[in-house]
């Protein structure tokens, strides 16, 4: 039931179900929300157009200005007293973007999050450690409904008070963790500082996602915190997590739950449609969503698609890790660098601690970048060497500052924010 035929339906029979899913969709969204009726109009397409899965790229993208432009509920497609839950998504400027559910897609985002846990291995009867934050994010309660679905006994802690969720970590000795990776480095030198060492806890898995992470991030929180780590996808627009997740066995590339959300990458300029295995923007469609379904959503996030895998029996496709987002792509003097190409110098360099932040600044037509980073023993030597470090591996001079331990800016269980952009508009 945690891993359906649907994940691992021979690839005829998948792309079959997601023409008929996708027809109805588009039907739903014609029918029923003016706005998209509007776009199709305007595009000079209409839901009979869609005959073969290739056509769907003759459609309008959605953005999340469209979202914005129709705030709050105005692309819904259920009348609003069959909704039962709203959340929204951080917005890191002006008004957020306001998603809503029915009771069809609460049972559907249950569904993909069960999947997801199981994936990550977790089973029915054991405990559950989630720590995403409960409220308008999607991480908290959205993760929730699924760890109960799968049957695992869900503590509900949020994000945040660390040292609360140390004593948690320590009382009931949870089988999974769930929360972002930057924060599970929290809760591991928590447990560290107050003597535990890896291993002495029950912790076997650990759900990482909402931000993206460097495969040697995976390293050091399993490690640290003795677990094995997978990566979850989602976004609140699309559903909140579980789009996707890694399987346990393999930890290479997240299952995309393809039987409700329908992946295309396209070029980041262009919006053409590219091959599987080219990297692009993650355009995805919440084919089966009755309250907000979105048509060929425009994630901004950087992956490619990866074939299914026999070992697993799963034939949906797989997304790499997020390399970074469209529009947080820092271009400096140049040359694109996002900040997880950085992360992972820094994780190459053993001795550095994963916690780092980046202050980008302008002097007179030039762009500076300065990479904060904490250690135990400041040396001009290692602070050259990271200089030398990132320009080899990742083409940009920067300028490093080393930092006492625990003085840069921590998670507080939320998404980290390691980027500052003083560069103002140009
Ligand atoms: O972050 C949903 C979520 C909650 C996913 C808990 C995983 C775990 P939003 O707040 O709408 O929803 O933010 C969505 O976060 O477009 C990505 O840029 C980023 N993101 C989410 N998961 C990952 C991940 C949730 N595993 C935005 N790796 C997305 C990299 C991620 N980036």
Redo the contacts with the bound molecule.
Sequence with gaps: MFQPDSECLPEAQLRALQLQRLQAMLERQWAQVPAYRARFEAAGVTPGDLRRLEDLRHFPFTRKSDLRDHYPLGLCAAPRASLRRIHA??GTSGKP?VVAYDDHDLNIFAEVVARSLYAAGARPGMTFHNA?GYGL???GL??HAGAERLGLCTVPVSGGATERQLDLLLDLQPDVI?C?PSYALVLAEGLARRGVRPGDLQLRYAV??????AEKTRQAVQERLHVQAT???????II??GVSNEDVREQSG?YIWEDHFYPEIVHPDTGEVLPDGEWGVLVLSSMTRSALPLLRYW???ITRLLPGDNTTGRSVRRMA??QG?SDDLIILRGVNVYPTQLEAVLLRLGQISPHYHVTLTRTGLLDDLTLQLECDVPSAALRDEVQRQVKAQVGVTIRCELCAPGTLPRSEGG?LRRVTDLRGER
């Design positions: 998504s951080s973007t995403y994010f999607t991480g959205g993760t769930a972002t990482l996602g909402a931000e993206p992470w990566n979850i996808y989602g976004l609140s627009e909140g997590p997240s994630t901004g996030d890790a997020i987002r998404k």
